[in-house]
């Protein structure tokens, strides 16, 4: 490709909304456009990319026996209403009529379409187990897009749906993926952690994330540093200390004046936060107040919260709602409230005699008891955990790091099938629902993830792997010599297989080598006067300090050679 006929440009500054690192370069290489929020176009240096993480996914899916289809980004609202998620999911969903006045959808995924195809195509024990997959454009309606292409509305995810007879062949089909999603992202030259996480939206019995590690990440993962465990702080748990034995001491109400939060609470009395008992009040998308008691040492955790208490959306509670259930903002208790969900976290049904609001302006209750003072609907682990916090499997001190989720599985058991009668029939004859799995990769995503990882203070710096060139060849000067040299390289490089991006401009020298470096492809070779005075090329790996002077004759066998070395540093 020359560089003076390439569609698209290189900028000197990145957009003044752009914050992360991949979304600042991959604007100012001339990768990405912005059309609107969440919303981009892929110029033809970005989508080289996006096409070379999309050929390491087709190969590593293609190598577990996954058979690539093609779904409809277009759904009849009909069949995720058979689910029900056409009614659980909120305003993220992009809904739509079509002229017959038929509800109708752009997919945020295919679930429903699978099984609703397993319903029709699947019938016998003997054609499982089956891996189809996809990759195709998916829409949600994300309300924080941020971060270039790490998080948007519109997408291109990677999707593949493992179809099986039982629980069994599940685990197998699992674990295939999450091999082959391992491979992927080496491949990729990503580092990366895999972590439970939560089901979310999608529903069934286990998920874990393949995470990526970044400063700029919006996860946090809660790692032990032995290997025991690893977990998304959404989902994480940690060893819990004993339960502090006893007894019972009087109610006591003491006054309190402007301690309207936990710290200033405890510093009033003199007391640690974990002799505290903190009040978070919630209203929920069926309308309840959730009134979540906790440690004032610890955080509610929301993700768990929902869990427990079946909701799908949380939102913190005004002080009417709040007063309207006989509570006190800023001195909040589950003592004599009434009307709400009360959720106890397992570290206040552990420590006794806790200090907690007396739902009255300016004043505490001392010596507040789970069991004698109040009652809980629910008790369970509501606490998020966070590094320092001991692992639950060995009791060693958890690390936190952050980290961009670049690939999700699911097992999702009988989840969709149940509903959109995706049946076969055993050798008996009797019928069963197909058992489903669920694995997806943002190919858009995981490059510009691949771009957070690699990069410095110049530009980007591509794996081989995954970079738009592996060349960039640069024509310095504007001597004939030097003009008819660079040429006959960038023919025999062709011709050789090897991809370059040939920089014919005529800018200066100093522009050229300062886009070859933004741009980031692995390999720089440029030709100058002075280079030809010796009959040479100056080579240079981006990711090294230093360059080489390789004769002419030599250059196509020096650069397959280095090519192979990269790709072979990748292999899983």
Not at 67 to 96: N, S
Not at 102 to 112: G, K, N, P, Q, T
Not at 218 to 242: F, H, S
Request: a negative charge; glycine letters at 10%.
């Amino acid at each position: 490709m020359r560089m003076a006929k390439l569609f698209g440009r290189t900028l000197r500054e990145a957009p003044a909304d752009a914050e992360l690192p991949s979304h600042k370069l991959m604007v100012r290489a001339g990768m990405i456009r912005p059309l609107g929020a969440g919303i981009y176009s892929l110029l033809p240096l970005g989508w080289r990319v996006a096409r070379k993480v999309e050929r390491i996914v087709r190969e590593e899916m293609d190598a577990i026996g996954g058979q690539e289809l093609l779904m409809p980004v277009v759904h009849p609202a009909d069949i995720w209403k058979q689910t029900g998620r056409y009614q659980k999911i909120g305003a993220e969903m992009a809904r739509l009529k079509d002229r017959g006045d038929r509800d109708m959808l752009l997919a945020m995924s295919h679930e429903e379409v699978v099984a609703d195809l397993v319903r029709t195509e699947i019938n016998s024990y003997r054609q499982l187990p089956q891996i189809v997959y996809h990759i195709q454009t998916k829409f949600r309606d994300e309300p924080r897009a941020r971060g270039g292409l790490i998080r948007v509305r519109e997408f291109t995810m990677k999707d593949s749906y493992s179809l099986d007879a039982d629980s069994a062949g599940l685990d197998a089909s699992y674990d295939k993926h999450w091999h082959a999603y391992t491979r992927i992202f080496t491949r990729m030259g990503l580092k990366f952690v895999v972590v439970g996480a939560d089901v979310g939206m999608m529903g069934g019995s286990l998920s874990e994330e393949f995470m990526a590690f970044s400063p700029h990440g919006e996860d946090i993962l809660l790692i032990c540093p032995t290997g025991d465990y690893a977990a998304n702080r959404d989902v994480a748990t940690y060893q819990r200390e004993a339960p502090l034995v006893g007894e019972q001491r009087p109610l006591e109400e003491v006054e309190t004046p402007n301690t309207t939060t936990i710290q200033a609470l405890a510093d009033f009395l003199g007391i640690p936060l974990g002799e505290t008992a903190k009040a978070v009040f919630y209203k929920s998308s069926s309308g309840r107040i959730i009134f979540a008691v906790i440690r004032g040492d610890l955080d509610v955790n929301e993700t768990k919260l929902r869990q427990v208490t079946s909701e799908t959306d949380l939102v913190t509670a005004t002080a009417e709602q709040i007063r309207a259930i006989g509570a006190e903002p800023g001195y909040g208790s589950p003592v004599g409230v009434h009307d709400c969900l009360i959720v106890v976290d397992e570290s206040v049904r552990d420590t006794p005699n806790l200090v907690a609001g007396a739902n009255k302006p300016g004043y505490h209750l001392r010596n507040v008891n789970l069991g004698r003072d109040y009652q809980a609907d629910l008790v369970a682990d509501i606490a998020s955990a966070a590094g320092g916090f001991p692992c639950p499997v060995c009791g060693t001190l958890m690390g936190a790091e952050r980290g961009i989720e670049v690939g999700n599985i699911f097992k999702l058991g009988t989840h969709y099938t149940v509903p959109l009668d995706g049946t076969y029939l055993d050798a008996e004859g009797k019928a069963h629902p197909v058992v489903m799995g669920c694995y997806g990769i943002g190919i858009g995503r995981g490059a510009a993830t691949v771009a957070e990882q690699h990069h410095d203070e110049r530009g980007l710096r591509w794996p081989v792997s995954v970079a738009p060139f592996h060349v960039s060849l640069l024509s310095l000067g504007v001597d004939a010599a030097v003009t008819e040299a660079a040429e006959r390289l960038y023919d025999e490089l062709t011709r050789a297989g090897v991809e370059v991006l040939y920089d014919d401009r005529t800018d200066r020298a100093g522009v050229k080598f300062n886009d070859a470096d933004l741009i980031g492809n692995p390999i720089r070779l440029s030709v100058s006067t002075r280079t030809l005075a010796n009959d040479q090329a100056e080579l240079k790996v981006r990711s090294a300090d230093a360059a080489e002077f390789i004769p002419i004759g030599e250059v196509v066998v020096r650069v397959k050679t280095l090519i192979d070395e990269m790709l072979a540093g990748l292999k899983p």
